[in-house]
Nanobody, 120 residues
Framework: QVQLVESGGGLVQPGGSLRLSCAAS????????MAWYRQAPGNQRELVAA???????NYADSVKGRFTISRGKAENTLYLQMNSLKPEDTAAYYC??????????????WGQGTQVTVSS
C-alpha cells in the first residue's frame, strides 16, 4: 500500500556531494527504523546508514564522517547527505522503512532505488 520514492541520485565527480531523499506516498502509522542501503552490480545489498529506536544513528565504516542520515519531522521523509563522494560509493541506493500498523502488523517497505555514480 505504501510506496517509497527515492530521488536525488545522479552523476557526480569524486569529492562532490549529493543529497538523497525518500518520500512515502502516504502516512505510515508507526515507524520502527529507517535506513539507506546500497547495491552495486554483482554485490550484496549493504546497509549504509540507519536511524534506530531512540533516534540513534548507525553508519557503515566506509561512510562514517562523510554521510549523514536524517528524517523529516513533519512528514514521512528520509534523507541521506553524501559528501566527499568516492568512486566506490557508486551503487543503486535504496530507502527502507520498517514499521507496524495500527493492528500491530509489521511492514517492511523498500524504494525502487536511485542510482548514484561517482566518476570523473
Amino acid at each position: 500500500q505504501v510506496q517509497l520514492v527515492e530521488s536525488g541520485g545522479g552523476l557526480v565527480q569524486p569529492g562532490g556531494s549529493l543529497r538523497l531523499s525518500c518520500a512515502a506516498s502516504e502516512t505510515i502509522f508507526s515507524i520502527n527504523t529507517m535506513a539507506w542501503y546500497r547495491q552495486a552490480p554483482g554485490n550484496q545489498r549493504e546497509l549504509v546508514a540507519a536511524i534506530i529506536s531512540g533516534g540513534r544513528t548507525n553508519y557503515a565504516d566506509s561512510v562514517k564522517g562523510r554521510f549523514t542520515i536524517s528524517r523529516g519531522k513533519a512528514e514521512n521523509t528520509l534523507y541521506l547527505q553524501m559528501n566527499s563522494l568516492k568512486p566506490e560509493d557508486t551503487a543503486a541506493y535504496y530507502c527502507n522503512i520498517d514499521s507496524h500498523d495500527e493492528y500491530g502488523v509489521g511492514h517492511d517497505y523498500w524504494g525502487q532505488g536511485t542510482q548514484v555514480t561517482v566518476s570523473s
